[in-house]
């Protein structure tokens, strides 16, 4: 993702503008000047790793959102760590996107503990099982959501499936 500047008064439009928690400026342009996302072609795609077993890319996250798994998740911060691990085992090579995922001073994943430490004081960095990626977890369950969509959004997942997913957090 790039960052840009914009003038205020763009800033409220585009805000005014968000129709759920977590959606992105991206997201809110995109709709608003009418142009398609490639999210809306990943259904069809699946990755290569799982085309022998033909999985669709998303498959398994929908499989997590029909189970209990997630309300059998005693916190947010754990909801949020499963999400991420299905999330890597659904798609690792566009899971590596998740470095490019950053706030205004804190990095929020990295492929070592270190480097989550390093980028704050307080950040609990946590490893996302089954990937060899770390997250922190010292965020607000809003800012969990703003990661998870963002990172959705990168990997190409339909703009409803964030949804459901930003929601089960």
């Not at 500047?5 to 995109?30: K, P």
């Not at 270190?114 to 099982?129: F, Q, V, Y």
Request: charged share 25%; proline share 3%.
């Amino acid at each position: 993702m790039k960052t840009i500047e914009v003038d205020e008064d763009l800033y409220r439009y585009i805000a005014s503008n968000t129709r759920h928690i977590g959606e992105s400026a991206s997201d809110i342009l995109r709709r608003l000047l009418q142009i398609e996302p490639v999210a809306t072609r990943v259904e069809t795609q699946t990755t290569s790793a799982d085309t022998s077993a033909n999985v669709k890319v998303g498959q398994r996250i929908e499989q997590m959102l029909q189970s209990d798994i997630l309300a059998e998740q005693e916190s947010a911060i754990d909801r949020f760590m499963h999400i991420l691990s299905v999330m890597y085992q659904d798609n690792p090579s566009a899971f590596a996107q998740a470095s490019d995922i950053k706030g205004r001073k804190r990095i929020y994943f990295a492929d070592d503990e270190a480097a989550l430490l390093a980028s704050g004081n307080t950040t609990k960095p946590k490893a996302i099982a089954g990937s060899p990626y770390w997250v922190i977890t010292n965020t607000n369950t809003g800012r969990k959501r703003n990661i998870i969509a963002q990172l959705m959004a990168a990997m190409g997942y339909p703009h409803s499936l964030i949804e459901r997913v930003c929601h089960s957090i």
